[in-house]
């Protein structure tokens, strides 16, 4: 799946955003040459725990391939992984550097770098069968599921329910420190997913999100998986 994924070319607008992006560079990068495809997931393919955060970052991860990789969101996120033991390092600059997460994936509803951060509505559809396939394949391990920022959210939801979850009605409300609990539709291992401020600089930078307060959160989802 993390090779396929890396081959799709479904939505035009981004397709054209991420080559755009590679082309024209940003000046502290312009010796790069850039991944400009879409980022797979990143983390073991029997992880316990789903961080699910909203689509790479022009010349974060589109640049360096690998996701919250090279950009500030990134700086937070791996910093706190590793305080918790969750992750091999604490920081994630370059792909290929080594760093190793330990029962954790970290997973995008939309693939491939959006103008502005803002995919469309069609586009976050069209990229939904990838992260179903993704949670159906991580169904025999998952446990808990984080979803960072209301983008996310909404974006799980349905992709949950095509991996064989229940989806309560009405539907849960995004919140920070939202927490739902889904049935397995065969009568399974339901899962938690926990709602949670994305990382960006957006939420960083008013203090909405900040480090303890990402850190409580995760260690919570973390101890519902299992970890
Ligand atoms: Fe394909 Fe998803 Fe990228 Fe669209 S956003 S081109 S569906 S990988």
Known sequence: LDREVTECRACPRLVAWREEAARVKRRAYRDWDYWARPIPGFGPPDAALLLVGLA????????????????????????????????????????GDGLELYGVRITDPVRCAPPDNKPSTEERDTCRPWIARELTF????????????????????????????????????????????????????????????????????????????????????ARSAGL
């Open 56 to 95: 790479p970052a022009a010349h974060g991860a589109n640049r360096t391939g690998r996701i919250f990789t090279g950009d500030p969101s990134g700086d937070l996120l791996y910093a706190t992984l590793y305080e918790l033991g969750l992750a091999s390092r604490p920081t994630s600059v370059v792909h």
């Open 138 to 221: 991580l169904r025999p391990t998952v446990r808990t599921v984080v979803a960072l920022g209301g983008f996310a959210w909404q974006a799980v939801l349905p992709a949950l329910a095509a991996a064989g979850w229940e989806l309560p009605r009405p539907r849960p409300a995004f919140g920070h420190g939202a927490r739902v609990t889904l049935p397995a539709t065969d009568g399974g291992t339901p899962l938690e997913l926990f709602g949670c401020y994305h990382v960006s600089p957006r939420n960083t930078h008013t203090g909405r999100l900040t480090t303890p307060i990402l850190r409580d959160l995760l260690a919570e989802a």
